[in-house]
Each structure stands twice: as C-alpha cells, then as structure tokens.
C-alpha cells in the first residue's frame, strides 16, 4: 500500500518512459483529459494520464469556432467533454494555388481517356475540401499537445475532415474510447521489474525471479566471454579442494552431489565477486546459500541448453564451448574425414562431426554445442561451411 | 474564447426540464416544424410512449435548408424565453437523416456509465 501510495503522486522517471506503449502512440484521450492531465515537472510539453506519459493525442469532435490566420487554422474542437484548440498549419502546396480550384468546372473529357491533369486537380480540390473545415464538420486531428498564450492545444501533424453523414464514426468513436480507456489507459503500466533496480531485489514473485535468472545467465556468461574458460579453470586450480569455503563465506548445506557443489559453488562464488555487493551476500543464512545454488545451477542447465556450457564425463567440470581442447577435437575430426574421399567434396554433416567428437572428447556434447563451435571455428576462418550443415577444414 | 463543451443529452430529458439554463447541450431529433421568419424549429422524438418536443432558435446557422422529418443532431445553449419555455440557442444543427438511433442511444449510455465508474463525476451528468 505504502508503496502504491509512493508512486500515485510521482511520476516515473523519465528513462522509462519509451517502456510504456501508450507514450509513443497517440492517445485518443477524451478532451477534458487532455485539458487536465498534469504536465510533466521533468520535461515540459509531456503530459501524464494516471502515470502514463502522454505526447501525442488523437481527437475527433465537432469543429465549434474557427480562426484563419495567414498560415494556418485554429479549429475549437468539441467531442462531447471539453473544447480545444487546434492548430492546423495550411498546406504549401494550396497556398499557391490561390486561385479556386472547382472541380464542377472542369474541362471536356478527352473521350473518356485517362487526363492527369485533369485528376491531379480534382485530387487537389479533393485535398483541398478535406482540409478546410467550417463550424459544424466534423475533424479528426492527431499531434503533439502543446501549451499557447498559456492554454492546452493540439498542434495537428494530421488533421481531416471527416465526412460523417448518419453519425457512424462519431457513434463508432463513442463507443472506443471508454473501451480503450477501461482497458489500457486506466489501468497503471508495469514497468518491468528489471528495470526497477533494488526493487526487483526485494520483490518476490515470478517475474522478479526470472529476471533475476536472466541477470544470473548472463553475468555467467560474459564471466566465461571475457575471461575464457581458462580463467574458470584457473578458480578451480587455486581453490583447492579442502578450502571451498575460502570462495564462500557462509557454509552450504549438504547437498547431494559433491561435484555438482564444486561447480556451483564456482559459480556462486563468481556472482558474488562480480556483484561487489556486500549487501547482497547472504551472509550465514544457510536457506540464502540454497537459493543462491539452486539459482546457479538453473543459469547452468539454460546454457546448457543453449549449447553455451556442456559437462565433461572425464572430469567433472562445467566447460565452455570456448574449451580449446574441443576446438581442437573438432577441428581434427573434421580434417581427418575429409581426406576420406566420402567427404572430401562435400564436407562432413554436423551430425557426423559430433559423432565424432562424442567419441574422441566427450560424450556428453550435445548438438546445440557443436553448432556453437562450429559457429566459431568458422568465424575463425579455421573451417568453412561448404553447404547447408556441411563442414571442411581449409 | 472557447465555448463550452455540448454535452450528448436525450430530448427527454432536456423537455423535463432536469437541465440547468445556460448548459451547452447536444441533442436530436426529428424536425417537424420550421418557421423561417421566427428563426424557430421544432425537432421532436419518441420515447416511453411520448413525444418530446425541444425548441431550437436558429437564428445562429442560418441560412439552413430544412428537410422536414429528417433527423437533426443540434448543438448549443439552453436557454429560457417568454413564449416557447425551453429552447436550444443552436450553434451546430446538422442533418443526420438515417442514423441508427438505437445505437446512438447506447454510445451515449457507454460514455456516461464509464465517466460514472471513474467516479469523478465532474462531467455535468443528468440524474440517472
């Protein structure tokens, strides 16, 4: 409640406004809304609708008075709740031609031939009709909202004449908008919880955990991006078996596989030194360790899956796709087989070299993996791609 | 200077007199009589097994090709005079000759039952 409270009366800031859809739409807000809304105290000329950012509105409504100045229109629009001005800047391209443009008076049809300049000036005066509206038409207007001589109005980017002989758009409208406020406009925008900093720390719920997933996998893996594999390697040799704890402050419960510990313990031990967050340390809460490694090794198991870390039979480490000794497994297995004459033309399949990686390094690589350093290796110019999932070395 | 906004009432309510003088109101209607001399129509409509009567001066949007029967969307001040009561100080008056009236009355309905669960009743509403 407290925090509901909290937010009614302040505006989000202004970084998240692009989040919320409604901001780069244009609103069809009633008129007396746009006359009301509070005006952003950040950026002047952002108007806010129950913690909505509004910039541009979209209106139809009934033209009440109207000013012509030398440029433009000033239609007051009326939709039934309030009464704005509009500002409808004058085309150029009518404003040259002065001269009426009447379309009853047009000259003797070339025999029913196509005339263009004939359309082109029945398409002006069509233009023409539908930008200059008197009191009574109907206008559909859609632009920014702006402040004048210290009043709302609407500064068209588009503005029309609708033709609305038997009230079918206007009824159509009627029954829209009440339906888009009830459904969008009413209801407070959710920014995402990643984005709302310690917030998402503290709340608990679906969403906060799998953003915090998401933040987990990928700080594993730019860990593993940036300081190779070697570097993981590196943590496991300096940390000697019996002094896991020197990585990890608190003590872990007991967990049922030793080696799955090892790794995550690796792991955790990198959130938190890449955190630099003593605040985020569970500090001897053994339910906090839990759920730091049940964390780490969901984050696993979705690079695992997407091929970005596989597990080694051979020893019980996490190893990368970045794994020299793999590059290099592949990159034979696919250099022996193509002097075989089978492949020599076509380049080996990829199903084929995983084969032959499972048997030569590891069986536990899976597909996805061996796309990825395939993928590599090719970046790398060590292989080519000689058709669709067909390989040969250079 | 801009006007008031017209607010969509019924003729029947406006004929009950539940509506303040000087309100803008918006309104329809079936033209039955128009008497160019007096600046005078009468735009009359059914409901509830009577006829509603509203008297619109149209002095404000002559000159005005009457169809008589047609229907008539009208727009303007409410104001009271010595000979007629109630009347329409037209601003607007458009021939809407074939709307569906049924579904008119419903989008009216719509509007007025969101602003009423909004709560803040600020738009001048007639008594339910």
Redesign the interface.
């Known amino acids: 409640m407290h925090a509901e409270e909290r937010y009614s009366d302040e505006e989000p800031p202004s970084m998240l406004w692009g989040l919320d859809p409604i901001y780069s739409a244009f609103a069809r807000l009633y ?2 809304d746009i006359l009301e809304m509070k005006e952003s105290c950040q950026v002047p000329g952002i108007f806010f609708y129950k913690l909505h950012p509004i910039f541009k509105v979209d209106v139809l409504g ?1 033209v ?2 109207k000013r012509e100045r030398e440029d433009f229109f000033c239609y ?1 629009v ?8 509009c500002l409808c800047w004058k085309d150029e391209q009518w404003k040259d031609h002065s001269a009426p443009v009447d379309g009853s008076k047009s000259q003797v049809p070339s025999r029913g031939g196509f005339n263009p300049a004939e359309q082109l000036k029945k398409l002006l005066h069509s233009q023409r009709c539908s930008s200059h509206l008197d ?2 038409d109907l206008l559909r207007v859609r632009g920014p909202v702006k402040m004048s001589r210290g009043q709302r109005e609407i500064m068209a980017s588009t503005y029309y004449k609708v033709s609305d ?4 758009v ?2 159509s409208w ?2 829209e ?2 339906q888009l ?2 459904k969008f406009y ?1 209801k407070p925008f959710q920014f995402p919880s990643s984005v709302q900093g310690s917030n998402a720390a503290d709340a608990d719920g679906d969403s906060a955990s799998s953003s915090l997933l998401g933040r987990a996998t990928r700080l594993l893996k730019d860990f593993l991006q940036d300081g190779d594999s070697r570097r993981w390697k590196g943590l496991q040799e300096k940390a000697p078996t019996t002094s896991w704890s020197c990585w990890t402050p608190w003590s872990p419960g007991p967990l049922p596989k030793p080696r799955h510990r090892r790794s995550g313990l690796i792991i955790t031990s990198c959130f938190i030194t890449e955190n630099q967050d003593p605040a985020a340390t569970p500090s001897a809460t053994p339910s906090a360790a839990k759920r730091l490694h049940a964390l780490s090794r969901e984050a696993l198991q979705l690079l695992q899956d997407e091929g970005r870390v596989f597990r080694r039979v051979i020893s019980p480490d996490q190893v990368t796709e970045n794994d020299r000794e793999l590059h290099r497994a592949t990159r034979d297995v696919i250099r022996e087989d193509c002097k075989r004459a089978k492949y020599s033309e076509k380049g080996c399949h990829v199903l084929h070299i995983l084969s032959g990686v499972r048997l030569r390094y590891s069986r536990n690589v899976s597909k996805a993996v061996i796309e990825l350093v395939l993928r590599r290796l090719e970046c790398n110019s060590e292989i080519i791609s000689t058709s669709d999932n067909h390989y040969a070395v250079l | 200077m ?7 009432h019924f003729p029947w309510e406006i004929s009950s007199g539940a509506i303040q003088e000087g309100t803008t109101v ?1 309104t329809f209607g079936r033209l039955r009589h128009y008497q160019p001399a007096d600046s005078r129509a009468t735009l009359s409509s059914h409901y509830a097994a009577t006829q509603h009567q509203v008297v619109v001066h149209t002095g404000f ?1 002559e000159p005005f090709h009457p169809i008589l029967e047609a229907q008539y ?1 009208v ?1 303007g001040e409410l104001e009271i005079t010595e000979g007629d009561g109630l009347m329409v100080r037209a ?10 009236l049924a ?2 009355q ?3 309905n ?2 007025r ?2 602003f009423r669960d ?1 709560g803040g009743n600020d ?1 001048q509403q007639p008594p339910p």
């Open positions: 008129i007396k009934t009440v008075c007051g009326d939709d039934g709740t309030g009464v704005i001005n009191i009574g002989p038997v009230l079918a206007q009824i009627m029954l908008v009440p406020y009830r009413d | 801009l006007p008031a906004p017209g607010v969509f918006r949007v969307v727009l601003r607007v008056l458009n021939c809407v000759d074939g709307v569906d579904i008119l419903s989008a009216i719509e509007q039952r969101y909004r738009i």
